[in-house]
C-alpha cells in the first residue's frame, strides 16, 4: 500500500526557511514523478515543484524560483522542498503527490495519483 507522509510544515517569520519532507512508503522514488503543490484558503491548488525520479529533472513555479528547491535523498524514499527567503504569500498546506510508472512530471494536480495529508506552512510579516 502507498502511503505519502509530509512533515517539516510550522509557523516561519517572513524572510524564514522551512524544509519539507514527504516519505513514501510502499514504493520507491526512481521511477516516479513527485511534486509539491500548495493550497491558500480561497484559492486553488497550484504547483510548487516537481521533480523526476529518473532523471531528476525539475520543475518550479516562477513565484518560488530561486527560492524554493526540490530534492529526494539517495535512498530514493524521500523528497524534500527547501523553502527559503519565505514571504507571506508563501501560506498556504502544502501537498506531496506522485505518480508511480512514469519518466516526467507535470505540474498538472490531475496527474497525480497518490497524495499526502498536507503540512500547513505559515509566514508571518
Known amino acids: 500500500q502507498v502511503h505519502l507522509v509530509e512533515s517539516g510544515g510550522g509557523l516561519v517569520q517572513s524572510g524564514g526557511s522551512l524544509t519539507l519532507s514527504c516519505a513514501a512508503s510502499g514504493f520507491t522514488l526512481d521511477y516516479d514523478a513527485t511534486a509539491w503543490f500548495r493550497q491558500a484558503p480561497g484559492k486553488e491548488r497550484e504547483a510548487v515543484s516537481c521533480i523526476s525520479g529518473s532523471d531528476g529533472s525539475t520543475y518550479y513555479a516562477d513565484s518560488v524560483k530561486g527560492r524554493f528547491t526540490i530534492s529526494r535523498d539517495n535512498a530514493k524514499t524521500t523528497v524534500y522542498l527547501q523553502m527559503n527567503s519565505l514571504k507571506p504569500d508563501d501560506t498556504a498546506v502544502y501537498y506531496c503527490?506522485?505518480?508511480?510508472?512514469?519518466?516526467?512530471?507535470?505540474?498538472?494536480?490531475?496527474?497525480?495519483?497518490?497524495w499526502g495529508q498536507g503540512t500547513q506552512v505559515t509566514v508571518s510579516s
Open positions: 503527490a506522485a505518480r508511480w510508472g512514469v519518466i516526467t512530471h507535470t505540474p498538472v494536480p490531475s496527474f497525480y495519483d497518490y
